[in-house]
């Protein structure tokens, strides 16, 4: 039950019910919020954070992005993360660390709101259910694009970008798909609306590069660095559209979808609508490495004890 849970409230931990903001908050009205999704583990150890340090980079080089000044250090936030795991028990949970500008006047330039900062702990299975993960999701290519290029920044993971990913995830529900996959606006493939996508072909694995539009995903950079390990090809590029239809395997790659196989696209099946081959081995790579079959060569995981 959340409602038993501490979340860590601007340097404190309160329960639940208690971590509330007013409605003159900046962010509300304009969006004007920065945050991660992170994943701890259970392993045989004890509760691992993955890769936390590469998770509040990426906080710390949002909010430079929108000269936010979090008000805590680099290691109090990351402390409150492994602290939210520890205080409310859990064995492996989702963690979302959130800096946002707080309440005060309504200007859009938002300097005199003070900058807020919490991290909460909940639990999140399989994103895209335990059966996606082993035979894939049925997704569908959005009628809307991503974000441009020098207008929204998409290096940033900031909760304004998330009403372009509302518009494709809300879509392709209500079409009857799992997901949706964006374009960028010059057409080439960018992303899902919470996910980066890979394609198989030909043994060659495909990914769009950071310049579409995408949010580089810690679990693609991890996931690069893997099939390299596994001695595949793996190549950043453009991607046409067509690809997709064309793929021998596709599949996401997030904090929340880990890593979760594309079995049609737009109804045309992937391949042989199984999860594909270097899919599997990239997913036991993955996943071994939180169940301790695959050493955490890269130093991957944050033990919270
Ligand atoms: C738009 C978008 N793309 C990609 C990702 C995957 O990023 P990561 O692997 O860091 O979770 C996310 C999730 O945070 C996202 O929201």
Redesign the pocket.
């Known amino acids: 039950m959340t409602s038993e849970k501490l979340i860590w409230f601007n340097g404190v931990m309160v329960p639940w019910s208690q971590a509330n903001v007013h409605v003159m908050t900046h962010a509300l009205h304009y969006g004007s919020s920065i945050f991660?999704?992170?994943r701890a583990y259970s392993t045989p150890d004890s509760p691992a954070i993955f890769r936390l340090g590469?998770?509040m980079r990426?906080l710390w080089d949002s909010c430079k992005i929108y000269r936010m000044d979090i008000p805590f250090s680099l290691a109090e936030l990351t402390q409150a993360c492994k602290d939210v795991v520890t205080v409310n028990n859990y064995a492996k949970c989702f963690l979302r660390p959130l800096v946002w500008r707080g309440e005060g006047p309504l200007g859009l330039d938002g300097n005199a709101n003070p900058i807020k900062a919490m991290v909460l702990a909940m639990e999140w299975d399989a994103y895209l259910g335990p059966d996606g993960l082993k035979n894939g999701v049925d997704v569908m290519v959005s009628s809307w694009s991503?974000l441009a290029a020098n207008t929204i920044p998409?290096m940033a993971?900031a909760g304004g970008?998330?009403l372009?990913?509302t518009l494709i995830k809300s879509e392709a529900l209500r079409n009857g798909y799992a997901e949706g996959i964006a374009m960028d606006i010059n057409g080439y493939v960018a992303?899902?609306?919470?996910?980066?996508l890979f394609i198989v072909r030909d043994g060659v694995i495909y990914t769009p590069p950071a310049t579409a539009s995408?949010?580089?995903?810690?679990?693609?950079?991890?996931i690069i660095t893997i099939a390299k390990d596994l001695k595949m090809d793996v190549r950043e590029t453009n991607i046409q559209r067509e690809m997709l239809y064309l793929a021998d395997e596709i599949f996401f790659?997030?904090?929340?979808?880990e890593v979760t196989p594309v079995r049609s696209v737009d109804k045309v099946i992937v391949g042989t609508g199984m999860r594909g081959e270097l899919t599997e081995a990239i997913q036991s790579r993955f996943f071994g490495l939180f169940d301790g079959s695959v050493e955490d060569k890269h130093g991957w995981l944050d033990y919270v004890k």
């Open positions: 991660e999704g992170i590469l998770h990426r991503r998409t993971k970008n998330y372009s990913s992303e899902g609306s919470g996910m980066n995408i949010l580089s995903g810690i679990t693609r950079d991890s790659t997030g904090t929340a979808a």
